[in-house]
């Protein structure tokens, strides 16, 4: 299902993106296809999946079998990240907003929390892209190279007091 290298190519992107941060909140990763690069770089990764299928194989991958929702407590991360997270998109990203943390999501459908209303992927990345300006961050979009979904909206706040 979807490009073999999706994970290894996200995991890069987000080290390359974000060389700093050293925890990172994944969502909807329940198979660590994303987890398990990306440990190469960070000292921890907290994945939330409901359908958490990988065991909490590899030192610094914390599996937590449960959906994640905006008002997920206990969370400790420099950077929200999801690789084709479905349904929790819009709460990967209203999230994120809430704790004034960078993010990094690549959406391949449109559920959840915020789509109401929209039946296009361009309306989709209107309305995550609007949502994150209102709430005062940069964002852009860049395509990962792989195929199937590979448009990733990322977001940083931007400064107070600018």
């Known amino acids: ?7 290894e190519l996200f995991a890069a992107f987000i080290h390359r993106q974000f ?7 994944c969502v909807a990763d329940g198979n660590f296809v994303t987890a398990r ?7 921890r990764v907290d994945v939330f ?3 958490m299928r990988a065991k909490n194989s590899s030192r610094g991958i ?14 400790r991360t420099h950077v929200v ?3 084709h997270p479905d349904a929790a998109t819009g709460e990967a990203l209203l999230y ?14 449109i559920k959840g929390i915020l789509s109401e209303g929209i039946t296009s992927k361009r309306g989709w990345f209107t309305r995550l892209r609007g949502t994150a300006e209102r709430a005062h961050y940069h964002t852009w979009t860049t395509l990962l190279p792989m195929t199937g979904d590979n ?4 977001g940083t706040p931007k400064r107070r007091g600018r």
Do not use: E, S
């Open 37 to 43: 690069p990306l440990i190469r770089y960070v000292t």
């Open 81 to 83: 990240i999801g690789m």
């Open 151 to 154: 448009v990733v909206l990322v």
């Open 49 to 51: 999946d409901p359908w």
């Open 96 to 109: 994120a907003l809430t704790h004034h943390l960078p993010f990094a999501l690549c959406p391949c459908c």
């Open 19 to 25: 060389p700093t941060a050293q925890r990172v909140l």
């Open 62 to 75: 914390v599996g937590h079998k449960q959906c994640f929702t905006a008002q997920t407590r206990g969370i």
């Open 1 to 7: 299902m979807g490009d073999p290298r999706r994970g």
